[in-house]
C-alpha cells in the first residue's frame, strides 16, 4: 500500500478531530444510560442527538472559518475546553444543554481534520485513516466498560469524554502549522462554475448514508436489550461491532482512490441493508447475532471515507467535496431526530426498518449522481 499521503501534519489533525467524534462511539451505552436513569425518555433520545451532532456540525464549519483567522492552536484549546466542560456540567443543568456545549467544543476539533482531509489528493485514504483513529478509540473506552463494569453509568462515560478532551492539550505543541496541502482548494471553490446536479445528488447520498447508520447504531443497544440481549453482553456485542469498524477504515484506506467509489458505496450499502434485515429476522443472540454486529460495523466504515472518493469523483469540480462532512453531520442528526419522534408508535424494530429505507434511499441517490455526472469529465478511476 502507497504511504505517501501520511504526514506528520495530517496524523495530528485526524487524532485530534477523531476526539471531537468520540461521543459516536459511546452513544449506545451513553444514551441507554441517560435512559435508564431517568434523565431521558426513548422518545427523547432523537432530540438529544440531534441536538448533539447538529451542534459538532455546525461548530465545525465555523471552526473551518475560524481556522483560516487565529492561530490553530486557540480553535483547537477552546474545543478541548467545551467539550470538556459540557461533559463535566452537573445534573442540575439541562441534558441538552449540556450535550450541545460538549458537541460544539467537539465540532472544533473535528475542523481540523475535515479541513485536511479536504486538501488530499487521496481523499478515501485520508477519509480512512481518520474514521480508524475515530475507531480505535471508541474501540478502547468499549472494551474499558466491557471488561471493568456490567452497567456502565452516564457519569462515568462522561467522565472519560472529558479526560480525553482534555488530553489533547498534550498535541498543542504539535499542531499542524498551515499551508502544508496536496490540492488548492480555495481554487476549486473560486473557479467560477456552480456545484453540478451530481455534486448535490452525492451530498444528499452521504447524508442519507451517514443518517441511516447513526440512527442504527445510537439505538442498537436498546434494540439488542429489547430482543433478549442479557445487560452485561451488550457493551461486549458493541465492542466487536468496533472491531469491524476499525477493519472497515482500514480496507478502505488501504484501497484509496485505487478502488471503483461508485461499486464501493453501493456494496457497502447492501451489505448494511443486508444487516438491518438480517437483525429483524434473526435477532441479536448467538452466533448470527455477533456477526450481523461486526458486519454493520464494516458496512459502515468501507462506505463512509469512500463517498469522499465518490463525491469527488461525480463532481471533478470539487465544489461539492468542502462540504461532505456538513452533509453527513446534519443527516446523522436529522434521521435519528425523526425516527426519535416515531420511536413510540413504531418500536425500536420500527427504528431498524426506517433506517433501512434510509439506505435504499442513498443507494438511489447514489445511482442519480453516478448518472448525472458531466460526461466530458468522466473519472478513468471510478
Given amino acids: 500500500m502507497n504511504l505517501s499521503w501520511?504526514?506528520?501534519?495530517?496524523?495530528?489533525?485526524?487524532?485530534?478531530?477523531?476526539?471531537?467524534?468520540?461521543?459516536?462511539?459511546?452513544?449506545?451505552?451513553?444514551?441507554?444510560?441517560?435512559?435508564n436513569e431517568?434523565?431521558?425518555?426513548?422518545?427523547?433520545?432523537?432530540?438529544?442527538?440531534?441536538?448533539?451532532?447538529a451542534a459538532i456540525a455546525l461548530s465545525s464549519g465555523l471552526g473551518i472559518t475560524l481556522i483560516k483567522r487565529v492561530p490553530v492552536w486557540q480553535v483547537v484549546a477552546l474545543g478541548i475546553t467545551l467539550m470538556f466542560a459540557g461533559n463535566l456540567l452537573p445534573e442540575s443543568f439541562s441534558l441538552y444543554f449540556a450535550r450541545g456545549m460538549a458537541g460544539v467544543g467537539g465540532g472544533l476539533l473535528v475542523a481540523l481534520a475535515a479541513q485536511s482531509i479536504a486538501t488530499r489528493h487521496n481523499v478515501n485514504a485520508a477519509?480512512?485513516?481518520f474514521l480508524f483513529f475515530q475507531s480505535l478509540?471508541?474501540?478502547?473506552?468499549?472494551?474499558?466498560?466491557s471488561i471493568g463494569t456490567h452497567f456502565a453509568g452516564s457519569i462515568q462515560i462522561e467522565r472519560i469524554l472529558a479526560g480525553l478532551a482534555l488530553a489533547m492539550f498534550l498535541l498543542l505543541p504539535l499542531l499542524p502549522k498551515g499551508g502544508e496541502a496536496d490540492y488548492p482548494l480555495q481554487e476549486a471553490l473560486t473557479n467560477g462554475t456552480r456545484m453540478p446536479a451530481s455534486g448535490l445528488f452525492s451530498l444528499v447520498a452521504a447524508g442519507l448514508f451517514q443518517g441511516s447508520a447513526v440512527g442504527l447504531w445510537a439505538y442498537l443497544g436498546l434494540w439488542l436489550q429489547s430482543r433478549g440481549v442479557p445487560a452485561d453482553s451488550i457493551a461486549?456485542?458493541?465492542?466487536?461491532?468496533?472491531?469491524?469498524?476499525?477493519?472497515?477504515?482500514?480496507?478502505?484506506?488501504?484501497?484509496?482512490?485505487?478502488?471503483?467509489?461508485?461499486?464501493?458505496v453501493v456494496v457497502a450499502a447492501v451489505v448494511l441493508l443486508a444487516t438491518v434485515g438480517g437483525f429483524v429476522v434473526f435477532?441479536?443472540?448467538?452466533?448470527?447475532?455477533?456477526?450481523?454486529?461486526?458486519?454493520?460495523?464494516?458496512?459502515?466504515?468501507?462506505?463512509?471515507?469512500?463517498?469522499a472518493g465518490?463525491?469527488?469523483?461525480?463532481?471533478?469540480?470539487?465544489?461539492?467535496?468542502?462540504?461532505?462532512?456538513?452533509?453527513?453531520?446534519?443527516?446523522?442528526?436529522?434521521?435519528?431526530?425523526?425516527?426519535?419522534?416515531?420511536?413510540?408508535?413504531?418500536?425500536?424494530?420500527?427504528?431498524?426498518?426506517?433506517?433501512?429505507?434510509?439506505?435504499v434511499v442513498s443507494i438511489i441517490a447514489v445511482t442519480a449522481a453516478y448518472l448525472s455526472r458531466p460526461r466530458q469529465v468522466v473519472p478513468g478511476g471510478s
Avoid at 238 to 264: K, N
Avoid at 283 to 303: I, K, R, S
Avoid at 319 to 325: A, G, M, V
Fill in 283 to 307: 435477532g441479536g443472540t448467538g452466533p448470527a447475532g455477533w456477526l450481523l454486529v461486526v458486519a454493520f460495523g464494516v458496512a459502515w466504515m468501507v462506505a463512509t471515507p469512500t463517498l
Fill in 137 to 145: 478509540t471508541q474501540f478502547f473506552i468499549l472494551q474499558w466498560f
Fill in 6 to 35: 501520511i504526514n506528520r501534519q495530517l496524523m495530528v489533525a485526524l487524532a485530534i478531530g477523531s476526539i471531537g467524534l468520540v461521543v459516536f462511539g459511546v452513544q449506545p451505552l451513553l444514551y441507554g444510560a441517560y435512559v
Fill in 310 to 359: 465518490f463525491v469527488r469523483d461525480v463532481d471533478t469540480t470539487r465544489r461539492s467535496l468542502p462540504y461532505l462532512s456538513t452533509a453527513q453531520l446534519l443527516g446523522a442528526a436529522s434521521l435519528p431526530t425523526l425516527v426519535g419522534l416515531m420511536v413510540s408508535d413504531i418500536g425500536l424494530d420500527g427504528v431498524m426498518l426506517t433506517c433501512g429505507i434510509g439506505t
Fill in 236 to 264: 461486549p456485542a458493541l465492542t466487536a461491532s468496533m472491531v469491524g469498524q476499525m477493519a472497515g477504515a482500514l480496507i478502505a484506506a488501504a484501497l484509496g482512490h485505487r478502488a471503483h467509489s461508485t461499486s464501493q
Fill in 127 to 129: 477519509s480512512g485513516a
Fill in 38 to 53: 431517568g434523565r431521558v425518555t426513548e422518545g427523547g433520545l432523537g432530540l438529544l442527538a440531534a441536538v448533539e451532532i
